[in-house]
């Protein structure tokens, strides 16, 4: 399903987080992998005197040079993988995004802050801005999790969250081929709860609120069965679902908390504007606090 992966780094240890997960996917699925270094020429620029502006060009060149030897350092760690390395210049999460565009199969891996708070609304990270930017398919890794940056990711089940929308569901034709190909569990799980206008009734009339909580709790089960059985009879060798009461992000993230060794698939509805900035998403508040490698596929509006 995809031609290849695409792996920017700019020689940090937070970038090279998603290097052990990027290793174990990439030998796994037996996909080819680009390396790929971006070279800001507006913030090098507003480091540099005025004197040293004179000699951009080669100031520039020198930084390219670093930056190619430090990505076929790299490289070598992929151990009889087919890896390329790129080295432009240009803004990097423009440049990330336009890479992603020639080919609309081609995986972008990164790892991401997983900041929160004020200062992360306003200035972001590369990987959030090509999460909301782009329109490839992202592996995004969240790099305040310790990892030995040398290694390679066990990965022994996908996590697949579920609201009975179409939307989500999008994700299943790539869980199927992964869970197929690297011999994963797939985890369907759904989190359910009560809508807020629920709780908001008449002076004379007082809900149910057990018997309402029993029936989404039955059709949310009876949803999530369903799903299962029919991944089951795609010849998937295990799967297990997984029901919850409680809020969508916060159930799911709490859920990957106590499950090592799995990757989570998401589709994204690729919002974007004002109203994105304001409300976010499901997806995006995982991927900001999960302390696992998170799948995004592209949903469509």
């Not at 989500?168 to 569990?185: F, G, M, N, Y």
Request: charged content about 25%.
């Amino acid at each position: 399903m995809f031609t290849k992966m695409l792996v920017p780094l700019d020689g940090s240890k937070t970038a090279e987080k998603v290097l052990p997960c990027t290793r174990a996917l990439a030998r796994r699925l037996e996909i080819p992998v680009e390396l790929l270094g971006v070279i800001d020429v507006s913030e090098f620029t507003t480091q540099l005197s005025s004197k040293k502006a004179r000699s951009l060009d080669r100031l520039m060149a020198e930084r390219e040079h670093n930056s190619r030897v430090y990505l076929e350092e790299t490289a070598r760690g992929f151990l009889g993988l087919n890896v390329k390395c790129t080295v432009e210049r240009g803004n990097p999460e423009e440049a990330i995004i336009q890479h992603g565009t020639r080919d609309p199969n081609t995986l972008i891996a990164m790892a991401t802050h997983g900041r929160s708070g004020v200062r992360r609304w306003l200035l972001g990270s590369i990987a959030e801005k090509v999460l909301r930017g782009g329109k490839n398919p992202l592996l995004l890794v969240r790099a305040k999790e310790p990892v030995k940056v040398d290694s390679e990711a066990a990965i022994n089940s996908i996590i697949v969250p579920l609201d009975g929308s179409g939307l989500a569901e999008s994700v299943l034709p790539v869980v199927i081929e992964w869970a197929k190909v690297l011999h994963l569990k797939v985890i369907p799980f759904r989190a359910y709860e009560l809508p807020a206008a629920a709780y908001y009734g008449r002076e004379t009339y007082l809900p149910d609120y057990e018997g309402m909580k029993n029936q989404f709790r039955t059709r949310a089960g009876e949803y999530l069965e369903a799903k299962a059985k029919a991944l089951a009879a795609e010849g998937l060798d295990t799967v297990a679902s997984v029901l919850v009461e409680g809020e969508g992000a916060d159930e799911i993230i709490a859920y990957t908390r106590k499950t090592p060794d799995a990757l989570l698939a998401m589709c994204s509805h690729g919002r974007s504007g004002v109203r994105r900035w304001m409300l976010g998403s499901v997806t995006e508040k995982v991927v900001r606090h999960s302390s696992n490698p998170v799948l995004v596929v592209r949903g469509g509006g």
